[in-house]
């Protein structure tokens, strides 16, 4: 059983950075897509960001511009790094990897605090 782990969740205020991580207990260098999605208190599960390898990248209009996702192959690690951050960013955040072989993981999530 593929398992992947964030971290990097915590309480910052507005207008600061986070960056989050996703460690997985396999290999992602022939993943088929990765993505970060967030779900805040009172409400459904959302896409945050999700890149394939066919070169497709989306983001959702509320993060453009101030989220990025990225990875790291050597070190099984997809990271979201997330600037001027608001309060409405608050939530939980949930890591997710769709390999090649049509094999997928969630991480169990980890939460992001932006306030004064």
């Known amino acids: 059983q593929v398992q992947l782990v964030e971290s990097g969740g915590g309480l910052v205020q507005p207008g600061g950075s986070l960056r989050l991580s996703c460690v997985a207990s396999?290999?992602?260098?022939?993943?088929?897509?990765m993505g970060w999605y967030r779900q805040a208190p009172g409400k459904e599960r959302e896409l945050v960001v999700r890149?394939?390898?066919?070169?497709?990248?989306n983001y959702a209009d509320s993060v453009k511009g101030r989220f990025t996702i990225s990875r790291d192959n050597a070190k099984n690690t997809v990271y979201l790094q997330m600037n001027s951050l608001k309060p409405e960013d608050t939530a939980v955040y949930y890591c997710?990897?769709?390999?090649?072989?049509?094999?997928?993981?969630w991480g169990k999530g980890t939460l992001v605090t932006v306030s004064s």
């Open positions: 890149s394939t390898s066919g070169g497709n990248l």
């Open positions: 396999t290999s992602i260098f022939s993943i088929y897509a």
């Open positions: 997710h990897v769709h390999w090649a072989s049509n094999m997928n993981a």
